[in-house]
C-alpha cells in the first residue's frame, strides 16, 4: 500500500473509532445539580465517578457500553454518570464514599452494586432491580424457564402468611444480590417435596432446600447464606460479599485452565466435599483446599497436609472446627493496622498512577504547607533565644562598664569642701553658687 493511501486507511479508522466512542457516549448522561430534583420520575443506574481515579478510568468504556445496550434493547432504566468530586453534597446524600460507586435509584430507594464491573453482570442487576421485587411464576413452562436461566433463585410457595411478609422484606434487602418468585403449589415441579405450607425454597446446584425456621432461623440470614452456589469461582468482589454471611469459606487456589492430573483431581475432591458433605458442617464450602477463611474474625488456615481423598479434606475442616489448626490472620488491633497501612499504600499507589500531577497536588500541597509551619515555628524560637542572649548580654556589659566608672569617682581628689562635679552645671546653678 503507499505510503499516502496507507496514512488515509489510519485516519479513516481513527475517525470511525472516535465516532463509534461518541456514540456510546451519547447514552451515558452527564448529570448534574438538577438531577437531585428531576430523578424521582424515572429509574436511573448511575455511576459516581473522580476524574482522578484509576478504576474510574477503567470503568469508563464498559459504562458506555452500559448505556448503549439499555437504550438499544428498550429498557425503561436510565444509565447516567456523576463528578462526586463536583457535586459532593448530592453524592454524600446518596451515600457514596468510595469511587466508583454504582447505584440504581427507584423512588426513595438507593441500590448499591457490588458485583464484578462488566457490562453483562451491570445489566444483569439493572434489570434484577428496577423489576419488580416477587416475580410470579404462572405456570410450569415459565418455572423451567427461571431454571435454566438462573443458578440460585428463591421462591416462595402458598397464599398471604406470616411468613411470606418476611420473604418480601428479605427481599427488599437482597434483590440486589439474586431473584425472588412466587408460584402456586401445582407449578412447582413434581420431584420437590413439601412437609407444609407455605414454605421458601432455594434452588441451585440442581437440587433444592427449603427453608426450616427452627433450625435455620432468621429467613433473611437464611437467604443471604443460601445465595450462593456450593461450587463457584472466586473473586475479590463475591469474597466480599461472603464476609457479610459470618460462614466458613474453603477457597481451592487452583488453575482452572490446567488440566493436569494433580489439578483436575483436587478439583474434584473439593466439588465432592462441597455436594456430599453440606449437612455435616452446615455450610458451603467454597472451592476447598488451599485457604479456609472464617469470615466472622478473618482468620484463615492453611493446609498442613496432602489432601488425596475427600476424607482427607473433611479430616482438615473438622480439626479446624475443633481448634487443633494453627489460625492465622484475624481482626486483632495489629492486624487491622496493617490493612489500614496496606489500604492506604494501594490508595496513594494508585492515584499516582493514573494521575501524577493530581497525585503530587493532593499530598504535596498539605506538606508543603505543614513543612513551612514547622520552618517558622522553629525559626521563631531561634531568633527569641538569640535576642534574649544579646539582652542578657547587654546587661552585663552596661554593669561591668559602670563598676571601673563608679570606684574611679569615689577615688577622684576632693577640693577644699566640695567635690568636682563630674559634668558641667547649669549657667543658673552656677550664679546662684557664686552669690
Request: aromatic letters at 12%.
Amino acid at each position: 500500500m503507499a505510503p499516502r493511501k496507507r496514512g488515509a486507511a489510519l485516519r479513516l479508522c481513527a475517525t470511525v473509532f472516535l465516532l463509534d466512542v461518541a456514540f456510546c457516549k451519547g447514552f451515558v448522561e452527564d448529570l448534574d445539580e438538577s438531577f437531585k430534583d428531576n430523578r424521582k420520575d424515572d429509574i436511573w443506574l448511575v455511576d459516581f465517578y473522580a476524574p482522578w481515579c484509576g478504576h474510574c478510568k477503567k470503568l469508563e468504556p464498559i459504562w458506555n457500553e452500559v448505556g448503549l445496550e439499555m437504550k438499544s434493547i428498550g429498557s425503561p432504566v436510565k444509565v447516567g454518570k456523576m463528578d462526586a468530586t463536583s457535586y459532593s453534597s448530592i453524592a454524600s446524600e446518596f451515600g457514596v464514599r468510595g469511587y466508583p460507586t454504582i447505584k440504581l435509584l427507584k423512588g426513595d430507594l438507593a441500590y448499591n452494586y457490588r458485583g464484578p464491573r462488566t457490562k453483562d453482570d451491570i445489566i444483569e442487576f439493572a434489570h434484577r432491580v428496577s423489576g419488580a421485587l416477587i416475580r410470579p411464576l404462572p405456570s410450569q413452562q415459565m418455572f423451567e424457564h427461571v431454571q435454566k436461566r438462573h443458578r440460585v433463585f428463591f421462591v416462595y410457595v402458598g397464599g398471604e402468611s406470616p411468613l411470606k411478609e418476611k420473604y418480601i422484606d428479605a427481599a427488599s434487602e437482597l434483590i440486589v444480590y439474586t431473584y425472588f418468585f412466587s408460584a402456586s403449589e401445582e407449578v412447582v415441579p413434581e420431584y420437590v417435596t413439601l412437609k407444609e405450607m407455605p414454605a421458601v425454597l432455594v434452588f441451585k446446584d440442581e437440587t433444592y432446600f427449603v427453608y426450616d425456621e427452627y433450625e435455620d432461623g432468621d429467613l433473611s440470614s437464611w437467604i443471604n447464606r443460601e445465595r450462593f452456589q456450593n461450587y463457584l469461582t472466586m473473586d475479590g468482589f463475591l469474597l466480599y460479599e461472603l464476609g457479610d454471611t459470618g460462614k466458613l469459606v474453603a477457597i481451592a487456589v487452583i488453575d482452572e485452565k490446567n488440566t493436569s492430573v494433580e489439578h483436575t483431581r483436587l478439583k474434584s475432591v473439593i466439588q465432592e466435599v462441597a455436594r456430599d458433605y453440606r449437612d455435616q458442617f452446615h455450610s458451603e464450602l467454597k472451592v476447598p483446599t488451599v485457604v479456609v477463611l472464617n469470615t466472622s474474625n478473618q482468620q484463615y488456615f492453611l493446609l498442613d497436609r496432602q489432601i488425596k481423598t475427600a476424607e482427607d479434606m473433611v479430616q482438615f475442616i473438622s480439626n479446624i472446627l475443633d481448634g487443633t489448626v494453627e489460625a492465622q490472620g484475624g481482626d486483632s488491633i495489629l492486624q487491622r493496622l496493617k490493612r489500614i497501612v496496606f489500604d492506604a499504600k494501594s490508595t496513594i499507589v494508585s492515584i499516582f498512577k493514573s494521575s501524577p500531577l493530581m497525585g503530587c497536588f493532593l499530598f504535596g500541597l498539605p506538606l508543603g504547607v505543614i513543612s513551612i509551619m514547622c520552618y517558622g515555628i522553629y525559626t521563631a524560637d531561634a531568633d527569641g533565644g538569640y535576642i534574649e542572649e544579646r539582652y542578657e548580654m547587654s546587661r552585663s556589659e552596661i554593669e561591668s562598664q559602670e563598676g571601673p566608672e563608679g570606684s574611679r569617682e569615689q577615688q577622684e581628689p576632693r577640693t577644699g569642701d566640695s567635690l568636682v562635679p563630674a559634668a558641667q552645671e547649669p549657667k543658673d546653678v552656677l550664679e546662684k553658687k557664686t552669690d
